[in-house]
């Protein structure tokens, strides 16, 4: 996170976890200027009712609502 806390509102890093025949899981990351989040896989595993699953999980940024919220982003990934 780069921008400094009181620049902006809104702007929250949210994950969406996507449960089968269930409804979806949103939690808001609160991240302060210096903070990073690591988000290493697309898939999460999960415990159910018939043993062990894959929920697919998704990010993103809610709507910024006054101001300039600035991070920076870096992507890893197999290139192979």
Known sequence: ???AEGSYTGGALTL????P?????VEV?????GQIALIPVR??????????SKSAMRHGVST??????QTLGIIFHDAS
Not at 29 to 33: E, F
Not at 43 to 52: E, F, L, N, S, V
């Open 1 to 3: 996170m780069l921008s």
């Open 64 to 69: 910024v609502l006054s101001g300039e919220r």
């Open 29 to 33: 990351v609160p991240i302060c200027q």
């Open 43 to 52: 898939d999460k595993p999960r415990i159910g009712a018939t043993g062990w």
């Open 21 to 25: 025949r269930m409804q979806s899981r």
């Open 16 to 19: 969406v976890e996507n449960r």
